[in-house]
């Protein structure tokens, strides 16, 4: 699958591994809710997903110098 091609770490339950600003193990992948914490409520996936995005429109955001 995806997770296996790309090389992204899991823990033992098969989520992805994430730091805290939601980043893989490759620089460039992002993962929330489910995938990253495993089956949960809806709005716990819901938040983490706009955790997330904030962390990407970051990471994607040119740095004022």
């Known amino acids: 699958g995806v997770i ?3 090389g992204l770490k899991v ?4 989520n992805i591994v994430t730091d805290s600003r ?6 460039t ?3 929330a ?3 990253r914490n495993g089956a949960s409520l809806v709005v716990t ?3 983490s ?3 997330a995005a904030e962390n990407i429109y970051e990471f994607l ?4 110098e």
């Open 11 to 14: 823990s033992d339950c098969k």
């Open 4 to 6: 296996e091609k790309l």
């Open 49 to 51: 997903g706009r955790q």
């Open 22 to 27: 939601f980043q893989t193990s490759h620089p």
């Open 61 to 64: 955001s040119p740095h004022n």
């Open 29 to 31: 992948v992002f993962a």
């Open 33 to 35: 809710g489910d995938a």
């Open 45 to 47: 996936a819901i938040y």
